[in-house]
């Protein structure tokens, strides 16, 4: 084993669009009741690493969770954000609205995104922008599609993706956290091996020419798979869909 890295671990769960506020209020109750004891050492050593722990949830719900975040330690995410910083653009919502409600990061690029609403890498760069400007944090994801890597084109398609964000230059890569999420495993219940996934973090760590970033890893993260990927060196964290929904899978997560 090398060196410890110096990164600091995250957590983000993503939400999607799932939620009503009875539910959410139930979901964030369990959250914050927190957790059982740690059961073993060196789960107990983790937990007490420093560890960024955040929620990305629907916009309407952003303030019910601001109120019910407050003072948690457990901090609040949108899952998209406009490029434009406001005026006549019905239906968007800014990034300075986003932080103006106690947001303070924000999913860009996300694959369902990309999927169906078309968004190209170099609107994901322009939301990168949006983002950093309102003060927010983004987390951008990338990844490539089953056919990609059956084709043995996934570290192209994934550097694709990056490129117009490497472009944006280092002062931007020091203020963002990357996603590698392959779209194979997003909530299909195949996880990228460890192996896989560490692979592909080394690639996107080197293309983008930074020790510092922090690169998490997305697609069917569990309880039961997280331990295997955060002992990765690339793997600085999780982004975390369907089980983020289930308070105690998430809080095991982040425990790992
Ligand atoms: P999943 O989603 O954990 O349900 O696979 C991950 C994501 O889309 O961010």
């Given at each position: 084993?090398?060196?410890?890295?110096?990164?600091?671990?995250?957590?983000?769960?993503?939400?999607?669009?799932?939620?009503?506020?009875?539910?959410?209020?139930?979901?964030?109750?369990e959250i914050l009741a927190r957790p059982e004891e740690p059961s073993s050492s060196a789960q107990r050593d983790a937990a007490q690493q420093p560890c960024d722990v955040l929620?990305?949830?629907?916009?309407?719900?952003?303030?019910?969770?601001?109120?019910?975040?407050?003072?948690?330690?457990?901090?609040?995410?949108?899952q998209d954000v406009s490029v434009h910083a406001?005026?006549?653009?019905?239906?968007?919502?800014s990034g300075a609205m986003l932080a103006d409600i106690g947001c303070r990061w924000v999913i860009v690029?996300?694959?369902?995104?990309?999927?169906?609403?078309?968004e190209s890498s170099a609107v994901v760069a322009a939301k990168?922008?949006?983002?950093?400007?309102?003060?927010l944090t983004p987390i951008v994801c990338v990844g490539e599609q089953l056919a990609d890597r059956q084709a043995g084109q996934a570290a192209c398609v994934v550097q694709d993706q990056l490129e117009p964000v490497k472009a944006l230059g280092s002062d931007v890569l020091a203020r963002i956290v990357l996603a590698y999420e392959p779209v194979w495993a997003i909530g299909t219940g195949l996880t990228a091996t460890p192996e896989q996934a560490q692979e592909m973090h080394a690639?996107?760590?080197?293309?983008?020419?930074?020790?510092?970033?922090?690169?998490?890893?997305g697609g069917s993260v569990k309880a039961d798979n997280a331990a295997e990927l955060f002992?990765?060196?690339d793997i600085d964290g999780a982004l975390v869909g369907g089980a983020s929904l289930d308070a105690q899978e998430f809080l095991r997560i982040v425990a790992a």
């Open positions: 084993m090398g060196v410890p890295s110096l990164r600091k671990r995250l957590v983000a769960g993503n939400w999607k669009m799932n939620g009503s506020l009875e539910s959410n209020r139930r979901l964030l109750n929620v990305c949830a629907p916009f309407v719900y952003l303030p019910q969770l601001a109120d019910a975040l407050r003072d948690s330690g457990i901090a609040l995410g949108a406001k005026g006549a653009y019905t239906g968007e919502i690029g996300h694959s369902e995104r990309r999927q169906y609403h078309q990168v922008v949006a983002a950093l400007d309102a003060g690639q996107i760590r080197a293309f983008m020419g930074s020790g510092e970033l922090r690169i998490l890893y002992a990765m060196p």
